[in-house]
């Protein structure tokens, strides 16, 4: 993994601003702290910063091929899975390879198919190529998301980069906002519309799209979406298929030529993963896997059970580091380490985030990186089986807006009636909605209640799971740690996608057909134990902590978000203990705490980052 930027300037001699492309590499130097390099040739500067996981003695970027007089140079984030058949392939087309990394065969691959070398991708990547010959910068982004990749255009000037802060460095790119980026924030937030950059002057290549950049302008194509057809397995072929697709997934993501461990939860999917794992390693000869858990100093005093956590996961991760024999690793964060990473997260984001889930994530991957480079993570399959609650309440199903977002008129109340009258926040989140539902690819001749649950997983696979991810790769490549999503596996994804309801509820359980695809891998208790999200800490001292930082900020007369939220409606929040405490504010980890943070985080981010609302 790695972090890559650059920018394309037709006018001019870009010899001349080494030094800015130098600027912009060096702010990704978390996500690549192994090496960096340039490269600069008009009209085209490219800048690279590497974590090394594969062929660690080779593969420098940008990469560069010289073909006659035709010139391709790549700069490359991310794994190639099916990287060893396209090889294979691309040595039968006679094409000659110098390293053992992913990235040279990449290049090759778009230097033999051109921009069609996408369709032929299995793996997570955001990539950029000057194409000399067509005098052209081609970029793209994996299927799914799960590489950020973000561009901005000025006049003649074209910029990307991994993250908002590599193209903040460029002067033709301004930390403002506008309207609907104020919106996002406040209304959309923490998720973001796909595509938006949240920044005025900046965007989002959404998960499989291509950009193509020439003198003509941009050029985006959609290369890969959902698709949807009638399901022709019963029910033991699909869990035989889904057991298969995971099998493969899984092996591909587990080859690397640095230490890979897992996250254990001791949830099912979490779970899963490291027994197949394990398997694969005791196939292999590889020794021990390593896992590695989180939690929070006296959660096990103060966790109460409710609807969207049942139980404690700490006797669970037990259970399975008993059971598969693994070397694990426990580490537990307090309040006051959560509360300071608090700044480090939002600036690690370039945005306000998930609070504390986004900074004690950020402190996870940190202690991980101490003894790993690649983790593997259980990430995206309440999106794509249907575990999440509201998969399965009527009221949630027939809420008609985003389900982890269900106290809209709450939040609107939050800013002050100036900014509610400029930016509209319902109609904007009604938009958005409307906008999201409109995409769902419909199958004909489905029931009205099939359709329904088409569009409550169309809108978690590209709404809620791109969330999700941005918090994985952020707080992870943050600390220099690379974690991979098997359940994000393109193939696993859309074979999933037309399960009728009635299979993917095998058992009548959530998730039902992925336990029953691994029957066998998992013990029974651990199989069909009750859903269980990342943790979170349920320490009062939490919430007594970020309640006043955010009361300190509504004293501060110069802090900027008082010319944007109500600040009486906050204080009354504070005042009240159910409210505060309790709030449905954002998915099922966010409540009163969060809001309070979320808040504190606005605050730092528009400080920090300067930022001007126009």
């Known amino acids: 993994m790695c972090g890559i930027t650059g920018f394309i300037q037709w006018d001019g001699d870009l010899m001349h601003q080494s030094e800015l492309l130098l600027n912009m590499t060096q702010t990704l130097s978390d996500r690549g702290p192994d ?38 140079t790549i700069v490359y ?30 290049l090759e691959a778009y230097i033999e198919w051109g921009p069609d070398c996408v369709d032929r991708l299995n793996g997570i990547f955001a990539f950029a190529v000057w194409d000399s010959e067509r005098e052209q910068v081609f970029l793209a982004r994996d299927r799914l998301g799960v590489k950020p990749l973000f561009y901005s255009q000025t006049g003649d000037v074209f910029v990307f980069g991994s993250e908002p802060k590599a193209l903040l460095q460029h002067p033709a790119v301004e930390a403002a906002i506008d309207a609907e980026g104020l919106a996002e924030i406040f209304i959309i937030g923490p998720a973001r519309t796909p595509g938006h950059g949240v920044y005025s002057s900046m965007k989002e290549l959404r998960p499989g799209h291509t950009l193509t950049y020439s003198r003509d302008g941009v050029r985006i194509q959609a290369y890969w979406k959902l698709e949807s057809f009638a399901h022709e397995d019963n029910t033991e ?17 587990l080859i690397s030529d640095v230490p890979v461990c897992t996250l254990l939860s001791g949830g099912l999917d979490s779970s899963a993963l490291s027994a197949l794992a394990v398997d694969y390693y005791k196939r292999t000869g590889q020794g021990q896997v390593h896992t590695y858990s989180v939690d929070y100093v006296d959660n096990d005093k103060h966790f109460k059970a409710h609807a969207f956590q049942p139980g404690s996961d700490a006797p669970w991760i037990q259970r399975m580091v008993d059971e598969l024999g693994t070397n694990h690793h426990w580490i537990e964060f307090d309040t006051p380490e959560v509360v300071a990473a608090l700044n480090n997260s939002t600036l690690t984001r370039d945005l306000p985030g998930m609070a504390d889930v986004d900074s004690s994530l950020y402190l996870f991957c940190r202690e991980i990186k101490k003894g790993a480079t690649v983790a593997i993570s259980g990430e995206a399959a309440d999106e794509v089986f249907g575990g999440y609650p509201w998969f399965h309440r009527e009221e949630m199903l027939n809420s008609g807006t985003f ?29 958005r909605y409307s906008e999201a539902v409109g995409e769902v690819p419909k199958l004909p001749g489905e029931t009205d209640k099939a359709a329904q649950m088409r569009v409550m997983s169309y809108l978690n696979i590209t709404r809620f799971m791109p969330t999700l991810l941005d918090r994985k790769d952020r707080m992870s490549m943050g600390a220099g740690l690379e974690v991979r999503v098997p359940y994000c596996d393109h193939r696993l994804v859309q074979y999933v996608w037309n399960i009728p309801w009635s299979i993917k509820m095998t058992g009548g359980r959530e998730k039902g057909i992925l336990r029953k695809a691994l029957e066998g891998v998992l013990p029974d208790d651990v199989l069909y134990r009750k859903k269980s999200p990342y943790p979170k800490t349920h320490n009062p001292s939490y919430l007594t902590a970020v309640k006043k930082q955010t009361l300190e900020l509504l004293d501060d007369s110069s802090s ?43 605050d730092n981010w528009l400080r920090t980052y300067k930022v001007a609302i126009r």
């Open 237 to 253: 072929e699909t869990a035989l298929k889904v057991r298969e697709l995971l099998l493969d997934t899984v092996e591909r993501q």
């Open 77 to 106: 984030n991310g794994e190639i899975y099916n990287a060893p058949e396209l090889k294979k392939e691309l040595q039968q087309r006679g094409h000659i390879f110098r390293t053992q990394c992913d990235t040279e065969v990449l």
């Open 560 to 602: 900027p978000l008082l010319k944007l939220i109500d600040a009486q409606k906050v204080r009354d929040i504070a005042a009240s203990p159910e409210a505060s405490s309790n709030l449905p504010w954002f998915g099922q980890l966010m409540s009163g705490p969060q809001l309070f943070a979320y808040l504190a985080q606005v």
């Open 403 to 431: 389900p982890w977002a269900v106290a809209p008129d709450m939040r609107a109340s939050l800013l002050s009636p100036e900014v509610r009258d400029w930016i509209k926040p319902l109609e904007y989140l009604n938009d």
């Open 35 to 72: 090496a960096a390099g340039t490269w600069i040739s008009n009209p085209c500067a490219f800048g690279h910063r590497r974590l090394s996981v594969m062929d660690p003695e080779n593969g420098a970027q940008p990469m560069i091929r010289q073909l006659e007089d035709i010139t391709y």
